[in-house]
């Protein structure tokens, strides 16, 4: 599912998903912060904000008949959502506990769309509203910290020096804004780029590329956010399931 083109600098991807049961649901480590519409009857259905994930959780599949998913870049959530990051961290609330009678109103009008892309429109246009004063000078900073952190390996006092910050002022403004420091953002987006590429590369090279030290460094690494080595991923020897707390 493609966003609209006003939020596509806001919103990193779109996703329709048609859990049927028939395996465990396996939810990454994520810098970022989503917002699911859950489909759970013919006209019901509920709209939840999943905070950022500092680990991976494994749950028992759920059959549901849809679910839409608007993920947000990292630092997203505090201009859409209008909530610190860092109080949604490990954590999946119902929308209504931001945004009230504003969420039930639109969790009704969803209830009764049929359609995947009109859902997400109908949430997009709600997201909207949040985006009526524009980007300001912290959500600037804060993208250009994130595609250094994301992309190059750049390290956090060299960052902050090159975009003319304290160190201080970008742990807090990482915390308010992403809900992670931007080191533990950074072994995040390490982790998720070697789930990326895991099929396709040696465990080495892989270490190598991602920025570790060496090979035993990013199996260890892994092994903390995912709860198991790289090769028991990619083998798919999981973790044991436990009931989602959302």
Same mark, same amino acid.
């Given at each position: 599912?493609?966003?609209?083109?006003?939020?596509?600098?806001?919103?990193?991807?779109?996703?329709?998903?048609?859990?049927?049961?028939?395996?465990?649901?396996?939810?990454?480590?994520?810098?970022?912060?989503?917002?699911?519409?859950?489909?759970?009857?013919?006209?019901?259905?509920?709209?939840?904000?999943?905070?950022?994930?500092?680990?991976a959780s494994y749950n028992p599949g759920k059959d549901l008949?849809?679910?839409?998913?608007?993920?947000?870049?990292?630092?997203?959530?505090?201009?859409? #959502?209008?909530? /610190?990051? %860092?109080? +949604? !961290?490990?954590?999946?609330?119902? =929308?209504? *506990?931001?945004?009230? &009678?504003? @969420?039930?109103?639109?969790?009704?009008?969803?209830?009764? #769309?049929?359609? /995947?892309? %009109?859902? +997400? !429109?109908?949430?997009?246009?709600? =997201?909207? *509203?949040?985006?009526? &004063?524009? @980007?300001?000078?912290?959500d600037l900073l804060l993208r250009e910290a994130v595609e250094?952190?994301?992309?190059?390996?750049?390290?956090?006092?060299? =960052?902050?020096?090159?975009?003319?910050?304290?160190?201080?002022?970008?742990?807090?403004?990482?915390?308010?804004?992403?809900?992670?420091?931007?080191?533990?953002?950074?072994?995040?987006?390490?982790?998720?780029?070697?789930?990326?590429?895991?099929?396709?590369?040696?465990?080495?090279?892989?270490?190598?590329?991602?920025?570790?030290?060496?090979?035993?460094?990013?199996?260890?690494?892994?092994h903390a956010l995912m709860g198991v080595s790289p090769a028991?991923?990619?083998?798919?020897?999981?973790?044991?399931?436990?009931?989602?707390?959302?």
């Amino acid at each position: 599912m493609t966003p609209m083109p006003a939020l596509r600098p806001w919103i990193a991807d779109a996703t329709l998903m048609r859990p049927d049961g028939a395996g465990p649901i396996v939810h990454l480590p994520d810098a970022a912060t989503a917002l699911v519409y859950r489909r759970t009857g013919a006209r019901d259905g509920d709209l939840r904000v999943v905070g950022p994930r500092t680990r991976a959780s494994y749950n028992p599949g759920k059959d549901l008949p849809m679910c839409v998913r608007a993920r947000l870049r990292p630092g997203a959530a505090r201009t859409l #959502l209008g909530a /610190p990051a %860092a109080e +949604l !961290r490990d954590r999946a609330v119902p =929308l209504t *506990d931001l945004w009230g &009678d504003r @969420a039930a109103r639109l969790e009704a009008r969803l209830n009764e #769309l049929t359609g /995947p892309d %009109a859902i +997400l !429109r109908a949430v997009e246009h709600a =997201l909207l *509203d949040g985006l009526r &004063d524009g @980007a300001d000078a912290r959500d600037l900073l804060l993208r250009e910290a994130v595609e250094s952190l994301s992309t190059s390996g750049e390290r956090v006092a060299a =960052l902050a020096r090159r975009l003319s910050v304290s160190e201080r002022h970008l742990r807090d403004l990482f915390t308010d804004r992403v809900g992670l420091p931007p080191k533990r953002f950074a072994r995040i987006q390490r982790v998720r780029t070697v789930l990326a590429r895991a099929g396709s590369a040696q465990w080495a090279g892989l270490a190598s590329d991602t920025g570790y030290y060496d090979q035993s460094h990013m199996t260890a690494d892994f092994h903390a956010l995912m709860g198991v080595s790289p090769a028991a991923f990619r083998a798919g020897r999981l973790p044991a399931s436990t009931p989602c707390a959302a």
